[in-house]
């Protein structure tokens, strides 16, 4: 009995090492580091990517990188401003390290000269961005809605959460593929150096209407007539 029990753990844990094993021989793993090629320091924050995928990656602050992925990709591209960029023939499915030696670029700026003259006086007067201003705030009680007989306006409202820099082996499992159309678009504009992925968006749209005599107000949501809007996933 317990020598049945013992060899089905065995076939058990043999399957589990040889899936692992096939799964991980079918990723495309590579790893090194981007150094300046003349002065042979290390290039902190330089852009490693798969061409024509959403795959990629920057150096660390010892201008190391690691990257991978599932996809069958052949070329590695590496670009920094102020380099030219650097583009590596790879072989999919296996495990690589490619270092780099980033060239810089030959276009050098001419020597510019600043002086400094004497700063004229700012003046308020006949500014008409001031002046406008200042009309602002003199009605700003005019310009409340309280202080009209009717008001109606529309209010959006949108909220957002997302994972930074999620990292290439989560983004690779199997049930995150059907939510692979998120993951190609990530977000990296918001926050410099930072991938945004999100994972919840709620966008609403309202309208607003208030009464002054005899006083009400009121909140229609969704949007009525043609203006109902809803975004979530």
Same mark, same amino acid.
């Given at each position: ?5 013992? *060899?089905? !753990? ?27 090629? $003349? ?24 201008? !190391?990188?690691? =990257? ?6 052949? %070329?590695?591209?590496?670009? +920094? ?6 583009? +590596? ?25 600043? %002086? ?5 006086? *700012?003046?308020? !007067?006949?500014?008409?961005? $001031?002046?406008? =201003? %200042? ?59 930072? *991938?945004?992925?999100?994972? +919840? ?6 309208? *607003?209407?208030? %009464? ?22």
């Amino acid at each position: 009995m317990d020598f049945t029990y013992n *060899y089905k !753990k065995l076939l058990l844990f043999c399957f589990f090492i040889l899936s692992v094993s096939i799964l991980h021989a079918q990723n495309t793993d590579v790893s090194g580091v981007v150094i300046d090629a $003349v002065t042979k320091k290390p290039l902190p924050f330089v852009a490693v990517s798969f061409p024509g995928t959403a795959y990629g990656v920057n150096t660390d602050n010892n201008g !190391k990188y690691v =990257i991978s992925t599932t996809l069958s990709v052949n %070329r590695l591209k590496v670009s +920094f401003l102020g380099y030219k960029d650097a583009t +590596f023939t790879i072989k999919p499915n296996t495990e690589q390290v490619i270092n780099v030696k980033l060239v810089p670029s030959s276009n050098q700026l001419q020597e510019v000269t600043v %002086r400094s003259g004497k700063k004229p006086k *700012y003046r308020n !007067k006949d500014n008409p961005a $001031v002046e406008l =201003i %200042r009309k602002v705030i003199e009605n700003r009680e005019k310009n409340r809605p309280q202080s009209y007989p009717y008001v109606e306006y529309k209010e959006y409202d949108k909220m957002q959460f997302s994972f930074a820099n999620l990292k290439k082996s989560v983004m690779d499992k199997k049930w995150l593929q059907k939510y692979n159309f998120v993951l190609q678009n990530r977000d990296s504009t918001t926050v410099p150096g930072t *991938y945004l992925t999100p994972i +919840f968006m709620d966008e609403k749209l309202t309208q *607003y209407y208030y %009464r002054k005599e005899p006083e009400k107000e009121k909140n229609d949501y969704p949007c009525p007539k043609g203006g109902k809007f809803r975004s979530r996933y």
